[in-house]
């Protein structure tokens, strides 16, 4: 949150969570949705600063990511991630 940027190729996975809130944030990122096998319920890519909130009833989990990473890597609802600890 008082970071400046999530470096590129970086993430931030919450888990046990469905909802993030981009109050107080500095910059946008995208955010995928993930139930718990890892399949991508909703997407909410370039998230402005400021929003209040952002939900996806079924998620188990939020995958937040630097702006551009869900276009870059061609990501849709359905697909399945895998997540490795760097």
Do not use: C, H, K
Request: zero cysteines.
């Amino acid at each position: 949150m008082l970071t400046r940027s999530l470096p590129t190729g970086s993430g931030l996975l919450l888990t046990r969570t469905n909802a993030i809130t981009m109050l107080f944030m500095r910059y946008a990122i995208d955010v995928a949705f993930l139930d718990a096998a890892g399949t991508v319920l909703a997407l909410a890519p370039r998230l402005r600063a400021w929003v209040p909130a952002r939900a996806a009833l079924r998620a188990r989990d939020t995958l937040e990511l630097p702006v551009g990473a869900l276009a870059a890597s061609g990501t849709q609802v359905g697909d399945e991630l895998s997540i490795e600890e760097a």
